[in-house]
C-alpha cells in the first residue's frame, strides 16, 4: 500500500512537471534582468507572452526552444525620446523594426511638444492594426495650444485655458503618460511658465511627467533648466529633460554646470532627470 501511495505521488510529480509546457524555452542565456548588477547564467521559459519561470537547467517542454549559448538575455530597452508618432500608424513602418532590432520595445512618443492631442484615438490607431513595440505617448503641449489658439502669440483667455485643461485631462484620462513641451518650436514657445504650470498640474494629477525640450540649449541652459524644474516644483510631478546639451562652442562646458544644478535638486528631493544622445550633431526642424 505505501509503495503504491509512492508510485502514485511519483507519478503526480512527474505528471506535473510533464504539465509545465512552455511556448519558448530559451536556454543558456546570461540574463540581465535589469535590477541586480550581476548577471546569472540560466533559462527563461515563455507562455502566453509571460514569463513563467527563470532558473538553471528548467525542464520545461516548449514547442520553440533557442540556445542563446554566448548570448545576452534581457528586458527590453526603451526609447524614451522618440518621434514615430506617424510612422507608428503607417502600413509601411508600424513593425517598427529598426527599433526592435536595436532590443527597443518600448517607445515613447509625442516628444518635443509636438504628435496628437486625442491620445484615445491615436491609441486606437495603433491597436487596430498593432505595432512592433509597446507604445508610450506624452501629451504634447505644442499641439494642444495649436488646437485651442492656433498659432498665436499671446496669452490664453480664461476661457482657452480652461479648454486646454480639460483636453489635458481627457489625454491623461485616455491614458497618457505625462505632457511634454518643444520650447523653441512655435507655439509650444508662445506659452510662459506660469500657463505650462497649469497644464502639468492637470498632469500631476494623473501621476504623470513633464518631459521637455527646453527654451534654450545654447546660452540660455541654465534659465531653461531651472524653468523646467520649476514647473515640476510647483505642479509636483517629475521633470524630464529632453537631449540635455549646451549648443554652440561659447556655451561648451555648460552642461556640466547644469548637472550640478540638477544634482543639488536631487538631493534635495526633487525628481530630475536628463537624456543624452551620444554624438555631437543635432537636428531639428525649422
Ligand atoms: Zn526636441
Same mark, same amino acid.
Not at 540581465?32 to 548588477?37: F, P, R
Not at 492656433?150 to 502669440?153: A, D
Given at each position: 500500500m505505501m509503495m503504491l501511495r509512492s508510485a502514485i505521488l511519483l507519478l503526480i510529480i512527474v505528471s506535473q512537471c510533464d504539465g509545465q509546457s512552455a511556448d519558448t524555452l530559451l536556454t543558456n542565456a546570461l540574463i540581465?534582468? *535589469?535590477? &541586480?548588477?550581476e548577471p546569472v547564467k540560466g533559462d527563461v521559459a515563455i507562455k502566453d507572452g509571460k514569463i513563467i519561470a527563470i532558473g538553471e537547467s528548467l525542464p520545461h517542454a516548449a514547442k520553440l526552444e533557442i540556445d542563446c549559448t554566448g548570448k545576452v538575455l534581457c528586458p527590453g530597452f526603451i526609447d524614451l525620446h522618440n518621434h514615430s508618432d506617424r510612422q507608428i500608424i503607417s502600413g509601411a513602418t508600424r513593425a517598427n523594426v529598426n527599433y526592435l532590432l536595436q532590443g527597443c520595445t518600448t517607445v515613447v512618443t509625442g516628444n518635443c511638444g509636438s504628435g496628437p492631442v486625442d491620445v484615445a484615438k491615436y491609441y486606437k490607431q495603433i491597436d487596430s &492594426? *498593432? &505595432? *512592433?513595440t509597446n507604445i508610450a505617448h506624452l501629451l504634447p503641449q505644442g499641439g494642444l495650444r495649436l488646437e485651442v489658439l492656433?498659432?498665436?502669440?499671446r496669452k490664453p483667455t480664461a476661457a482657452e485655458l480652461t479648454k486646454m485643461l480639460e483636453l489635458a485631462n481627457k489625454a491623461m484620462h485616455d491614458g497618457a503618460w505625462g505632457m511634454s513641451t518643444g520650447l523653441i518650436y512655435v507655439p509650444s514657445s508662445y506659452a510662459d511658465t506660469e500657463e505650462l504650470v497649469a497644464i502639468a498640474k492637470v498632469v500631476s494629477k494623473h501621476h504623470g511627467i513633464y518631459a521637455s525640450h527646453i527654451r534654450g540649449e545654447g546660452g540660455g541652459l541654465l534659465d531653461s533648466v531651472q524653468e523646467a524644474m520649476d514647473i515640476g516644483k510647483e505642479a509636483n510631478l517629475p521633470v524630464h529633460i529632453s537631449h540635455f546639451k549646451s549648443s554652440g562652442q561659447s556655451n561648451w562646458g555648460l552642461v556640466r554646470v547644469a548637472v550640478k544644478v540638477i544634482e543639488e535638486a536631487r538631493k534635495k528631493g526633487q525628481i530630475v532627470t536628463a537624456d543624452q544622445y551620444p554624438y555631437r550633431a543635432s537636428s531639428t526642424s525649422l
Open positions: 540581465y534582468d *535589469g535590477v &541586480a548588477i &492594426a *498593432g &505595432a *512592433g492656433g498659432s498665436e502669440r
